[in-house]
């Protein structure tokens, strides 16, 4: 997991002069991680602002730990905890020390209820983008439009009193942002993309802490090969592959830390492939890129079809996270026999800090995480040691990644695909029937998006078959077939997202081709929900 400071000891502030030393910098900012989803998006927004930051544990360091270790800012995360009900634990003494303090959503709520502002439970919710309106004149908002869109997800409201003064607002928060003395705060999400000043509001925050010595950007994919060079040297990898961008950055890394000739570095590295619950052409790509030259060849490459085990352990499960516990068991089992067979040294997977953050890892401190569905990837145990070299990373910068290693264009702007694949894209019981109901339709929907040159518009487009059953009358006969809902979301990272309106002529098109093409489909829908409330898969 990533390094947390958890108390002032001589190593722990030690290893942080290092740090500074080696970024050439003399100042830092201290980041609360209190279990928000998007926290590591903070420590990405300050790294490539270039700011040294250190992520703490709100559970272990106290007023005097903060004091001794001198950061120029501090920063508090959202998170899942709610000031009214679950304070989370913090040693508010941090507030009075007179340090410049961000609060972001969560952060900001404790801070104003430590001053004695009120911050009840609202009436109104808000979740999605809303537009703030900036009052005022303040540092924080410097070069900041006047009205600009920002992403809220928060349930609890800082009132209007004489205590806070008020920087911004929304329709449904009058106090969407605010400031007393050193303290500033905001109830809405600078990080994601979806706030498009988000990144100035950072920019001017380490301006307020007198940050101003940044550190240029390193050269991230060298770094990993470098990390990698050293672990693997001359042992076997073991990487499960599958046709999405994740694993095949992964396999590039591994491809140039192994630092071999095509011979040589297919006995070093084999990529298993799980057929049974994949997308239709997911096998396609890999066998493009990864099997065979000219693009492929580098890598051996195993097919394994686990479709008769896939379906044999989802028998009678219904709820989806069952659902996604019996995939990955599947997925383990056969990953483990494969590394038995190579005699592997390491197994290496595709996994994202968003896979960590939703399965209620990521940093580890002492706040509560929600997990928000189990990932196919996250907390299996293998009988060799684990290679996740973009644990750190989200899609995006993953994908920066790939492109700074020569990763095909083809494989990194595919659509992000579940790891426990069509098993989420079903509710209910999956069955050999709903399977090829569901290839098929993913097929002609992803086909059409293709044609009509709106993939690449978008960050994820899937369908569901759902539990309901439509009438349905073709021909001269009648009965029931499946209601598929179809989704499409703009996203960055995969953290947020917006439902994408796509053409009514389009959806249109996919509906009839779907209902008149897949026999069990009796009607077509389209979703329109974005990320938060929603997530971006079905289950």
Not at 381 to 393: A, G
Not at 486 to 494: K, Q
Request: aromatic share 8%; glycine share 8%; with cysteine.
């Amino acid at each position: 997991m990533l390094r947390i400071f958890k108390k002032a000891t001589p190593e722990t502030l030690e290893e942080i002069a290092e740090e500074m030393r080696v970024r050439k910098t003399a100042k830092f900012v201290m980041l609360f991680s209190m279990g928000s989803q998007f926290d590591h998006l903070i420590v990405q927004q300050l790294a490539k602002l270039g700011a040294f930051c250190v992520v703490a544990d709100p559970s272990a360091v106290t007023a005097d730990d903060v004091k001794k270790a001198v950061p120029a800012g501090l920063i508090l995360s959202g998170g899942p905890a709610s000031v009214e009900t679950e304070p989370p634990p913090f040693d508010e003494n941090i507030f009075d020390l007179g340090i410049p303090t961000l609060g972001v959503c969560l952060g900001f709520q404790m801070w104003a209820k430590h001053i004695g502002a009120r911050v009840p439970q609202s009436s109104k919710r808000e979740f999605g983008v809303h537009d703030l309106t900036v009052v005022g004149s303040d540092p924080l908002f410097e070069g900041v439009p006047r009205k600009t869109p920002v992403l809220h997800s928060h349930g609890d409201a800082v009132l209007p009193d004489s205590v806070v003064t008020v920087l911004g607002s929304t329709e449904n928060a009058p106090v969407a942002a605010g400031r007393y003395k050193h303290l500033w705060g905001v109830q809405f999400h600078p990080e994601v993309t979806e706030t498009t000043e988000g990144t100035r509001m950072y920019d001017n925050f380490l301006k307020i802490c007198g940050i101003i010595d940044r550190f240029p950007a390193h050269n991230v994919a060298e770094q990993k090969i470098a990390e990698l060079k050293k672990q693997i040297a001359d042992k076997k990898v073991l990487i499960a592959l599958s046709g999405g961008s994740d694993s095949s950055v992964v396999a590039y890394l591994l491809k140039q830390a192994a630092d071999k000739n095509e011979r040589l570095t297919k006995s070093f590295i084999r990529g298993v492939y799980i057929r049974g619950i994949d997308r239709p052409d997911d096998e396609a790509y890999v066998q493009k890129y990864f099997g065979s030259p000219p693009a492929g060849g580098w890598i051996e490459l195993e097919i394994v079809d686990a479709t008769a085990l896939f379906l044999d352990a989802l028998r009678g499960k219904v709820a989806m996270r069952e659902k996604r516990l019996a995939m990955q068991s599947v997925y383990r089992d056969v990953l483990e026999e494969k590394i038995k067979e190579f005699g592997a040294d390491f197994i290496a997977q595709g996994t994202l800090y968003t896979d960590l953050r939703e399965s209620g890892a990521g940093h580890a401190t002492g706040a509560r995480v929600a997990e928000i569905k189990v990932h196919h990837n996250v907390g299996i145990s293998f009988s060799v040691p684990e290679l996740r070299p973009l644990e750190d990373q989200v899609k995006d910068s993953a994908r920066g990644i790939g492109r700074d290693l020569g990763v095909p264009e083809d494989l990194l702007v595919r659509h992000p695909f579940p790891g426990p694949g069509l098993v989420v894209r079903i509710e209910g019981e999956v069955t050999a029937e709903k399977l090829k109901t569901a290839r098929a339709v993913d097929g002609i929907y992803i086909e059409e998006l293709r044609a009509a040159k709106l993939y690449e518009t978008i960050w994820q487009a899937g369908a569901v078959i759902t539990l309901s059953e439509h009438t349905v009358s073709k021909g001269d006969d009648a009965g029931l077939g499946h209601v598929v809902a179809l989704w499409a979301v703009w996203s960055v990272n995969g953290f947020t997202a917006r439902a994408a309106q796509l053409p009514y002529e389009f959806l249109d098109r996919v509906s009839r081709r779907i209902t008149n093409e897949v026999r069990e489909v009796g009607a077509v829908v389209y979703r329109i929900s974005d990320k938060p409330p929603a997530t971006i898969e079905w289950g």
